[in-house]
């Protein structure tokens, strides 16, 4: 394994990639910075980027503890190699293994709900500054169906209906799959809540996880 040392941005331009990919081209003019994680230039829109866990999760059943007696095919082998020498997994193994070093990014997170309660309240507050639109991008180690999509979309907009500054766009990032959520268009009295959602191949979820380990700002 190398020694090279984890920090946030591998993530924050998997996310900027995959919304280029999947939503167009403007997406990649979007700076990888903070507060929040992703903003265009002119300031029309500030993304947040942040992951979500189950408590209950075991991130010791990471890729670490099962190397030893991990039976690997040979069409996967070149994949797994790609983990143990990057220190990241996300996208590749249909995301069962934890790369070392996202260990701690995975290990630090909040449940779904915990999570959009912190980062509503936040943008609420004014911490991510002055952006014409904010959105905010995450991560899901778990498979999320259909109807908790909605939901989490519906709690979302519950949080912050009374805010000044709130989020217009949530995007629910899947290992397979990216929910992306329309967060000023959300009455469940009036409505039906609904969200569009993209596919994510094996292929691109390789080609994905290559451009945000090899690319930089």
């Given at each position: 394994?190398?020694?090279?040392?984890f920090?946030?941005?591998f993530?924050?331009r998997?996310?900027?990639?995959t919304?280029t990919?999947l939503?167009g081209?403007?997406?990649g003019?979007?700076?990888?910075e903070?507060?929040p994680?992703?903003?265009m230039?002119?300031?029309?829109l500030g993304?947040?980027?942040?992951?979500a866990m189950?408590?209950?999760?075991d991130?010791?059943?990471?890729?670490?503890?099962e190397?030893?007696?991990?039976?690997?095919?040979e069409?996967?082998?070149?994949?797994?190699?790609?983990?143990?020498?990057?220190g990241?997994?996300?996208?590749?193994?249909e995301g069962?293994?934890?790369?070392?070093?996202?260990?701690?990014?995975?290990?630090l997170?909040?449940?779904?709900?915990?999570?959009?309660?912190?980062?509503v309240?936040k943008v609420?507050?004014?911490f991510?500054?002055?952006?014409?639109?904010?959105?905010?991008?995450?991560?899901?180690?778990?498979?999320?169906?259909d109807?908790?999509?909605?939901?989490?979309m519906?709690y979302?907009?519950?949080l912050?209906?009374?805010l000044d500054?709130k989020?217009?766009?949530?995007y629910?990032?899947?290992?397979?799959?990216?929910?992306v959520?329309?967060?000023t268009?959300?009455?469940?009295?009036v409505k039906?809540?609904?969200?569009?959602s993209y596919?994510i191949s094996?292929?691109?979820?390789?080609d994905?996880?290559?451009e945000?380990?090899e690319?930089s700002?």
């Open positions: 394994m190398n020694n090279r040392k920090d946030t941005n993530f924050e998997y996310a900027r990639i919304l990919s939503l081209d403007r997406y003019q979007m700076l990888n903070d507060r994680d992703l903003q230039e002119d300031r029309s993304i947040e980027v942040t992951r189950q408590e209950s999760k991130v010791a059943h990471s890729l670490l503890k190397m030893a007696g991990l039976k690997v095919s069409g996967d082998r070149e994949e797994m190699n790609r983990i143990i020498s990057s990241y997994g996300y996208g590749l193994q069962r293994y934890i790369g070392h070093l996202e260990y701690d990014y995975w290990a997170a909040l449940p779904l709900r915990r999570i959009i309660a912190s980062k309240e609420g507050s004014g991510y500054g002055d952006f014409d639109e904010y959105g905010l991008y995450i991560f899901c180690k778990d498979t999320l169906s109807d908790e999509v909605l939901l989490t519906e979302t907009s519950d912050q209906r009374n500054m989020y217009s766009v949530m629910l990032s899947l290992i397979d799959r990216l929910y959520c329309d967060l268009d959300v009455d469940r009295i039906k809540t609904t969200c569009t596919g094996r292929k691109m979820c390789r994905f996880f290559t945000a380990l690319s700002d």
